[in-house]
């Protein structure tokens, strides 16, 4: 039987892709014909067949190349690399070896991570470590609450329970009074929304769930960005989903368009999930016309695109031309596009109150279906959220946390500059978390060793697929800057211990990821 196949990745674009990393096989030695120009720079001395297996183990293993995805025949790759034919083959007969590509007469060959590679992805665990006053806990892009206004909120709320305290108290939808609010956010947003188009979830993990449950069955597949959010995708991997990784762009400039449009059209996922608005991990910004070129590829392929929206308002630097258009406003409907939001990030995770937006009659289904869940979302806390929408108490938790978060992300970074110079990342204008390269180190060694220094982080591979990104790590800047300086100064004591192998290999760290 043929394998299935995730992608198909084309022969000009893996070489593109190849040369973005610096694994030209024609640069290293006897890779193609001597020059007699000046010189240049020192030619490399490794097998031009070696090189080219390093460039394809290296994007597998860095996400940029998904497993199961079709790799382009021999002689293809060859004429599109300058190459020959001989030196693809051996390549690929290494890469084989290693357990990177398996191939079948007939089927060709597709990627692999080998047998027995530690993946740490399945081991998230349910709930937060046992507290531990001395632990630095970076595990959580989210912040305390602030105090006032929180008080304010359910002051209100319980000056507006009495009514909902005369019914059932059973809102599958949501409180009518949020709904509106939420609608008429949307609507000044630039997004025309009727009450209707939305359902008050709990959190916006419930109302992911919800719509996975009513689009996509076990076995079927979902396109998500790679890196992505790590309880998403565990979300997915536990509902029987085939995950279809697709590379985020270089930089913040948000998603790879070629990649995605040719992922559509080879797989035709049932579901994508994107976070257009400072995407968890990396802090991508995606731009108008790169959201709307998405949207066009997924109606071609039939694909519904669940927009994670729970960001969107942590802008801290604001680009030139203005923010971006939402994603929902190319799909007023919200038939092709369903967006998915919470108070969680903007506010406080500890409301739990999230939300989804869509055409009225997927509304209707959501709704019905969550009989079979969890019924509705307390009462008094969609009070409280219905408080702050309604007056100017959202407005102002978010220029509170826009100048709080602003200070702790520039605080963040002196401290990564300072202490961890190697260290490589850019610096996102929004969102709560940096993705940073850890100098060639393994950022699973380095969370395994840092909770020993007292500092917790999640590593790479927890945000993406079959071991991908350990060269990674997420730091969200939640923490003040006291507090952010001295996690960074135990991650590079935790750094020079794994960079001089004073300690064995250690495993990836476990822990709730939020």
Not at 122 to 141: F, K, M, Q, S, V
Not at 150 to 177: Q, S, Y
Not at 393 to 409: F, I, K, P, Q, Y
Not at 438 to 462: D, H, K, M, Y
Request: with cysteine.
């Amino acid at each position: 039987m043929a394998p299935v196949w995730t992608s198909t990745v084309g022969a000009s674009r893996l070489a593109r892709m190849l040369n973005a990393r610096g694994a030209d096989p024609r640069d290293a030695a006897g890779g193609g014909p001597a020059s007699d120009g000046p010189a240049g720079p020192p030619r490399r001395t490794e097998p031009a067949y070696r090189s080219l297996a390093d460039g394809i183990r290296l994007l597998v293993a860095e996400g940029r190349l998904p497993t199961a995805a079709r790799l382009p025949a021999e002689r293809e790759l060859a004429a599109a690399l300058s190459v020959s034919r001989t030196t693809v083959a051996a390549a690929f007969q290494r890469l084989r070896a290693e357990g990177w590509i398996a191939s079948r007469r007939g089927s060709g060959s597709w990627t692999t991570v080998p047998a027995g590679r530690p993946l740490p992805t399945p081991g998230l665990d349910p709930l937060p470590p046992d507290g531990d006053p001395g632990l630095i806990d970076l595990g959580y892009a989210a912040l305390p609450a602030p105090q006032d206004l929180l008080t304010r909120a359910f002051t209100g709320a319980l000056d507006a329970l009495p009514p909902a305290a005369r019914t059932h108290g059973d809102f599958p939808a949501g409180l009518p009074a949020l709904r509106e609010a939420l609608a008429d956010r949307y609507t000044a947003r630039g997004v025309p929304t009727m009450p209707e188009q939305i359902m008050v979830t709990t959190g916006a993990m419930g109302g992911l769930a919800a719509v996975r449950r009513l689009f996509a069955q076990p076995g079927e597949r979902i396109a998500v960005e790679h890196p992505s959010y790590a309880n998403v995708l565990q979300l997915m991997r536990q509902s029987g989903l085939r995950l279809v990784p697709v590379a985020m762009g270089e930089g913040l400039g948000g998603w790879d368009l070629p990649a995605w449009r040719a992922a559509l059209r080879d797989s035709a996922p049932r579901l994508a999930y994107v976070v257009a608005d400072y995407h968890n991990p990396t802090g991508a910004l995606a731009p108008d016309e790169s959201r709307r070129r998405l949207v066009a590829a997924a109606r071609s392929s039939g694909t519904v695109l669940i927009v994670d929206e729970t960001m969107a308002d942590l802008c801290l630097d604001p680009p030139p031309g203005g923010p971006p258009h939402p994603v929902a406003a190319l799909d007023p409907g919200g038939a092709a596009v369903v967006t998915v939001g919470s108070a969680s990030k903007t506010f406080w995770a500890g409301l739990r109150i999230g939300w989804v937006r869509a055409a009225p009659d997927l509304i209707r289904r959501l709704v019905a279906g969550r009989a079979h869940a969890d019924l509705g979302s307390p009462v008094l806390e969609q009070l409280a959220l219905t408080w702050l929408l309604t007056g100017d108490g959202w407005d102002e938790a978010v220029r509170l946390r826009r100048e709080e978060v602003r200070t702790n992300r520039d605080a963040l970074v002196r401290a990564l500059r300072s202490h961890l110079p190697e260290w490589r990342f850019e610096v996102p204008s929004g969102g709560l978390t940096l993705w940073t390269r850890t100098g060639g180190l393994s950022g699973s060694r380095i969370a395994e060793i840092g909770e020993r220094f007292g500092v917790r982080v999640p590593s790479g591979p927890r945000f993406g697929i079959d071991g991908a990104f350990d060269g990674h790590l997420r730091l969200p800047f939640t923490l003040p800057p006291a507090v952010a300086e001295e996690a960074v100064t135990r991650l590079a004591a935790a750094t020079r211990v794994v960079a001089e192998g004073r300690l064995g290999a250690a495993g990836a760290p476990g822990g709730y990821i939020a």
